[in-house]
């Protein structure tokens, strides 16, 4: 009896049931997006990435005739600086391939951050969609609901911390702001020209 005590700390929650394969996500999809479990994780490098690790994007162009594949890719969110005008998510072919350049970007200028059913990409679960006004969806999928928790923290938390920023501009120096638009707006729209160009390979 008294062992017995000894081992009980009371209820323990219910194990989650291992990822399994989802209906639009085939077998080597799958397979690469669950080889990049590790946990995301908070940087401080010289080029302003905030935050990095592995989600898995879906092809904009992904259509009911053409179901291409959801892909595993390293991403970075760097956060507004000299050289970027606009917190802006960078992906990646993997981990390594970061000074071979990005495959593509997203800019997160006017964005909102929208936690995504499993039913609406056919039970793909930790799905999570960056919106534009104007522009596709960007869709993501993290590997745990901690993990796409982390993510939408963070891209949101660098949103509102550039448009906190932008609204201080425009009460100080009006022409200032006006500016700084004009450069994320050219910003943005290059790399949306750059992603579209970019579907068939990334």
């Not at 940087?43 to 990435?49: H, M, V």
């Not at 904009?60 to 600086?81: C, D, G, P, V, Y």
């Not at 550039?162 to 790399?191: C, I, M, W």
């Amino acid at each position: 009896a008294a062992a017995a005590a000894a081992g009980d700390n009371g209820p323990q929650p219910p194990s989650s049931p291992p990822p399994t394969r989802t209906a639009s996500m085939g077998e080597q999809d799958f397979k690469d997006h669950m080889e990049h479990t590790e946990a995301p994780q908070e940087e401080e490098a010289s080029d302003g990435c905030v935050f990095s690790g592995w989600l898995s994007k879906k092809p904009k162009s992904q259509t009911k005739m053409l179901k291409r594949r959801w892909k595993a890719r390293w991403f970075r969110l760097i956060e507004q600086n000299e050289q970027v005008p606009c917190p802006t998510i960078y992906y990646y072919k993997d981990d390594k391939a970061v000074a071979s350049g990005e495959l593509g970007k997203k800019v997160l200028h006017d964005c909102k951050v929208v936690k995504i059913e499993e039913k609406r990409y056919q039970g793909n679960k930790f799905a999570f969609d960056i919106l534009s006004p104007g522009f596709p969806k960007f869709c993501l999928m993290a590997t745990t609901e901690e993990q796409r928790e982390q993510w939408i923290g963070k891209i949101t938390e660098e949103i509102e911390k550039y448009g906190n920023g932008l609204k201080k501009e425009e009460e100080e120096d009006p022409e200032v702001a006006s500016r700084h638009r004009a450069q994320t707006t050219a910003f943005e729209q290059k790399a949306e020209e750059e992603l579209t160009e970019m579907e068939d390979i990334d």
